[in-house]
C-alpha cells in the first residue's frame, strides 16, 4: 500500500501517573514533591500485560472515534501516554546484569497489542518507563548510604507537613537543597525512556532504519520523578534521592543514529512522491522540556539538509505543560504535550482554546471526579513564527509565536473502567483527546 501522508491527527491518553496515596511535599505541580505509593503488580510481565490492556482500552476508544472512509495512508495518528506509565511496586522495573532489559520486553508486548492490522496509520508514544539494573536491591535498601538519606528526607518531609510561617520555607529548602546533592552521589542510576511503537516506519535524520519500535531517553531528573518515602512504611523503594539519570551528550545535536540509542529526533520518510516527503519529531520527556533540550541545539543539529527542522515536538509528562522558550518546532510546526500529574486550570472533560503559560494552544483536563488530587492533561499548540536562536535569553533570540487553534476540533472520550485499572493506577480510567478528529491538520499548508 502505498503512503501518502499529509495530515496528523493528535491523540492525548489524560491517565494520572502519579502514585497512590500522595502526600504532597511543597507544589508538585512545581518546585514540590510527594511521598506515596507504587502501584503495581508484583511480576514483571503481568505488571506490563496489565499495563498495555490498560493502553489498549483508551486506544480503542479513540479508534471507534475516527471517521469512517479516512483514506488509507493519508493521515498520521499520533497516540501519546503519559510518562511514567511503565513502572514496578518499588518504582523502576528493577533487573541484575545478566537479564534482558525490561523495556525490550515491553516493546515487544505494546507491538503485539497495536498490529498493523488494526493500527495501521498510528504511531504511539506510549509514554515511558524507568527502569534499573541493579545486582541486589536488598543490599541497596539497607546500606547506609541509603538509609540516612531516606531518614533525612522523611524527617525533613514530616516536619514541613508541621509547620508553618517562615519557618515551613526554610524546611522546604533545606529538602529541595538535600536531595539535590543527593542526585550527585546516587545510590543506583535509573533510565526513563519514552517507548514508541509505530506502524509508520521509523527512521533517523541522517540514515533509513525502517524500524517499528523505539525508545528516546530522559536525562533531567526532577525532584519528584520519585517517592521522597513510601507512605505504607515500605522500605525496599526506589526514592528521589537515591537516584540518578544518565549523562546524554548534546554537544552535537539531539538526532538519532539507531532505534534505542539515547537522542530525541527520529524521522518518517513519506516517499519522494509525497508533500512532506518526510517529517521529523522529536520527544523531550517532562523536566527536559523545562531545560530546553530540544531548542538548545535548533541552530547547530547536523540536519543532513539545510531545509530539515523539528516538525513535531512530543512532550509525555507527568508534572509539565508546554513552554514558550523551549519550543524549538518550526514554522507550521506542532507541539503536543500529554501529562499525567495536573489539569491545566478547572475545567473537567471539555475542549479549551486559549493561553497556558504564554502559549496559545488547545488544552483539555481530566480530574477524578472521586478523588480531585487527580489529574491530567493534553495541549496542543501550532507555530506561527518559530524561535530565533538556542538560548532564549541571549540577545537577538526570540521565543515562538503559535496560531489560534479552533476548540470544536478537539474531542473528549470517556475511558470504561476495566479491571487492570485499579492495581496499576490511582486516579481512575483517564480520558481520550482527539485533536483533530473530523479534520486532521495538514503537516504543512
Given amino acids: 500500500m502505498s503512503q501518502s501522508y499529509a495530515k496528523i491527527r493528535f491523540i492525548g491518553y489524560a491517565i494520572p501517573t502519579t502514585p497512590a496515596n500522595m502526600v504532597a511535599i511543597g507544589n508538585p505541580n512545581g518546585p514540590g514533591a510527594v511521598a506515596g505509593t507504587y502501584l503495581g503488580l508484583a511480576d514483571f510481565q503481568a505488571d506490563v500485560r496489565a499495563r498495555i490492556a490498560v493502553l489498549k482500552n483508551a486506544a480503542e476508544v479513540a479508534k471507534a472515534a475516527l471517521p469512517l472512509g479516512e483514506a488509507p495512508g493519508s493521515v498520521l495518528n499520533l497516540f501519546v501516554a503519559p510518562e511514567f506509565y511503565f513502572h514496578g511496586t518499588q518504582g523502576p522495573y528493577l533487573y541484575g546484569h545478566g537479564d534482558p532489559d525490561p523495556a525490550d520486553f515491553i516493546l515487544d508486548q505494546l507491538r503485539l497489542a497495536f498490529p498493523a492490522s488494526d493500527y495501521p496509520d498510528w504511531t504511539l508514544v506510549c509514554g515511558s518507563a524507568i527502569t534499573s539494573r541493579v ?61 514508541i511503537v509505530s506502524n509508520v516506519a521509523l527512521d533517523t535524520p541522517t540514515h533509513s532504519l525502517g524500524t517499528d519500535r523505539m525508545t528516546c531517553e530522559k536525562y533531567f531528573v526532577s525532584n519528584e520523578d520519585f517517592i521522597l518515602y513510601d507512605t505504607t512504611g515500605r522500605k525496599d523503594v526506589v526514592t528521589e534521592q537515591m537516584t540518578a539519570y544518565p549523562f546524554i551528550d548534546l554537544s552535537h545535536g539531539d538526532l538519532k543514529a539507531t532505534a534505542k540509542d539515547k537522542y530525541a529526533i527520529f524521522r518518517q520518510n513519506y516517499g519522494p512522491q509525497n508533500f512532506p516527503q518526510y517529517v521529523d519529531f522529536g520527544v523531550e520527556v517532562c523536566l527536559d522540556h523545562s531545560d530546553v533540550r530540544l531548542r538548545r541545539n535548533i541552530d547547530n543539529e547536523p540536519w543532513p539538509q539545510p531545509v530539515d527542522a523539528l516538525h513535531v515536538q512530543i512532550i509525555p509528562s507527568c508534572g509539565m505543560q508546554i513552554s514558550a522558550p523551549s519550543v524549538a518546532a518550526d514554522a507550521m510546526g506542532f507541539v503536543f504535550n500529554c501529562d499525567g500529574q495536573y489539569a491545566l486550570d478547572a475545567t473537567n472533560g471539555t475542549a479549551n482554546a486559549g493561553l497556558q503559560n504564554g502559549v496559545q494552544c488547545l488544552y483539555a483536563n481530566y480530574i477524578d471526579s472521586t478523588a480531585p488530587a487527580y489529574a491530567g492533561h493534553t495541549q496542543l499548540a501550532r507555530v506561527q513564527q518559530p524561535a530565533v536562536g538556542c538560548d532564549p535569553n541571549r540577545k537577538g533570540s526570540s521565543n515562538a509565536s503559535f496560531e489560534t487553534l479552533a476548540s470544536e476540533a478537539t474531542a473528549v472520550l470517556a475511558v470504561p473502567v476495566i479491571p487492570d485499572l485499579a492495581q496499576c493506577f490511582a486516579g481512575g480510567p483517564g480520558a481520550v483527546h482527539i485533536y483533530g478528529l473530523q479534520t486532521p491538520y495538514n503537516f504543512y499548508s
Wanted: charged fraction near 15%.
Fill in 135 to 195: 545486582q541486589d536491591m536488598a543490599s541497596i535498601a539497607v546500606a547506609n548510604n541509603t538509609t540516612v538519606r531516606n531518614d533525612v528526607v522523611r524527617a525533613l518531609s514530616e516536619q514541613w507537613l508541621a509547620s508553618y510561617g517562615p519557618l515551613n520555607g526554610v524546611i522546604f529548602d533545606m529538602l529541595v537543597n538535600f536531595i539535590k546533592n543527593c542526585h550527585g552521589y546516587p545510590c543506583m542510576e535509573v533510565r526513563n525512556r519514552a517507548l
